[in-house]
């Protein structure tokens, strides 16, 4: 409803006042009236033809003659800009989310209430090779296993034609894993949420690795387990034996000494899993405490160290042909050639020769260690620096040892930029080696003229 205000009516009663005086004076006052009426008529006309044409774009605010005809326009402008602010916020809301969903690592599908595909981001595109074509597509006839249906039960897949069920009836919230309709070996997770409205958003993701870790560490606890468990067994059958009342002080004795070998056993297993906990835990990390290590003098150390565990027939010796010296840290070398060395050791027969060397590499600098052994059948070279992976579990426990030794190797070789390589041929032995990168290592004379 227009309202007039007062200049409008002072407009208004001045035009047709003007007429009425100017016609009575003329000795015509309704000439002079009708002149005012059509003045009157002809500005409405104007206003009107005025705010037609800005109707039809509301875009600015208009200015009109009369605050009647601004009154309606100023309120339509109003109308219009809040419905075009809605808009562009709504707009941008979309934006916002289609730049969430296409940042997102995992598979993301926004479906209609029908459960069809309205919009994908490219993770989906790479995971389930949705293509631009496949929108509008219920997403059950593209992933085609019965794990998804249950996703939507009683929806898309038990609805007849032309029905309407609503979203949040046929919504399931739990997860369910399926192979990948593409490749068996990858195992998908599906989460099917309700958003806003009338949709849904099919969540995807690739937990194949994450399946890995997880069957890997179940693998671990029972290995440790299994492995603390043996010697547990021994310990407690001797400690038993031991409460008997009656038992001589020489048996005691001989039940002491032989409750040593498997507690040492559980006390080199937790030294070795307290070691590989903490390389695995600084894995990616800068190395601390660095220094320029002499490989011939630490591998002599470590020859003199397992002295006990060779016998007189077991040669052992160290071959070195470079004057490189290695950046690194020397615990954790230690550590490897150690092991390294200790594998050498059990598995090679008496009058076996096990040699260390520290040599030149077009790469680098080799470090290996190389033994006259039984050797190791090609089958298990993949899997050695695995925990507590044995090729010869029967021989191992004879020879005692964690299983953890090539995989302490494995990680400190790797927090100094190279990997474990091995070379096997059974019934005549094996080579353990690496090659460290230029970036690891400096020359001796170098390193003396520092110094100097």
């Not at 047709?16 to 009575?24: S, V």
């Not at 595109?125 to 074509?133: E, M, N, P, T, Y």
């Not at 390389?279 to 290590?293: F, K, N, Q, V, Y």
Request: proline share 5%.
């Amino acid at each position: 409803m227009k309202y007039y205000s007062p200049l409008d009516l002072l407009r208004f009663f001045g035009l047709f006042g003007t007429g009425l005086l100017l016609g009575g004076l003329a000795g015509e006052p309704w000439f002079g009236f009708s002149v005012a009426a059509a003045i009157w008529v002809w500005l409405q006309h104007r206003e009107y033809s005025t705010f037609r044409d800005w109707a039809r774009h509301p875009l600015r605010r208009p200015e009109f003659l009369t605050d009647a005809w601004q009154q309606g326009a100023d309120r339509i402008y109003r109308n219009s800009r809040r419905q075009r602010d809605r808009v562009h916020t709504g707009l941008r809301r979309m934006r916002h989310f289609q730049s969430v969903t296409d940042a997102l690592p995992d598979a993301a599908i926004v479906l209609d209430a029908q459960g069809r595909i309205q919009r994908f981001n490219p993770a989906a595109a790479v995971l389930l090779r949705i293509r631009s074509k496949d929108r509008g597509l219920p997403i059950i006839e593209l992933v085609r296993h019965p794990r998804i249906t249950v996703l939507f039960r009683g929806g898309p897949g038990a609805r007849d034609a032309g029905s309407e069920t609503q979203i949040r009836d046929w919504i399931v919230a739990d997860p369910v894993e399926f192979p990948s309709p593409f490749d068996d070996g990858v195992q998908l997770e599906a989460r099917h949420v309700r958003i806003e409205g009338t949709g849904s958003l099919l969540l995807l993701r690739d937990v194949t690795q994450l399946n890995k870790l997880q069957s890997i560490r179940q693998d671990f606890v029972a290995n440790v387990s299994h492995e603390l468990r043996t010697p547990l067994t021994v310990i407690l059958g001797y400690l038993e034996t031991l409460q008997e009342p009656d038992l001589d002080t020489a048996t005691q004795s001989t039940l002491i000494d032989r409750i040593v070998a498997p507690a040492r056993r559980m006390h080199a297993l937790l030294q070795d899993l307290l070691i590989l906990t903490r390389l695995e835990s600084r894995e990616g990390l800068l190395l601390d405490g660095t220094a320029p290590i002499d490989v011939e003098a630490l591998s002599q150390r470590v020859i003199e160290q397992m002295k006990g565990l060779t016998t007189p027939a077991h040669a052992i010796r160290f071959e070195g042909r470079t004057q490189q010296r290695l950046i690194g840290i020397p615990g954790e070398i230690e550590s490897a050639v150690g092991n390294l060395l200790t594998n050498a050791i059990r598995y090679s027969p008496d009058g076996g020769t096990i040699t260390i060397r520290w040599l030149d590499d077009i790469s680098g600098a080799r470090l290996e260690v190389t033994d006259q052994g039984i050797g190791i059948a090609r089958e298990h070279l993949s899997r050695l620096t695995e925990r507590f992976y044995r090729v010869d579990l029967a021989r191992a426990r004879v020879q005692g040892g964690t299983g953890l030794g090539l995989a302490i190797v494995k990680h400190v070789l790797k927090r100094h930029g190279t990997t474990l390589q091995v070379e096997s041929e059974p019934g005549k032995g094996s080579r353990f080696f690496c090659v460290f990168p230029p970036s690891q290592l400096v020359p001796a004379n170098k390193l003396l003229e520092v110094i100097g």
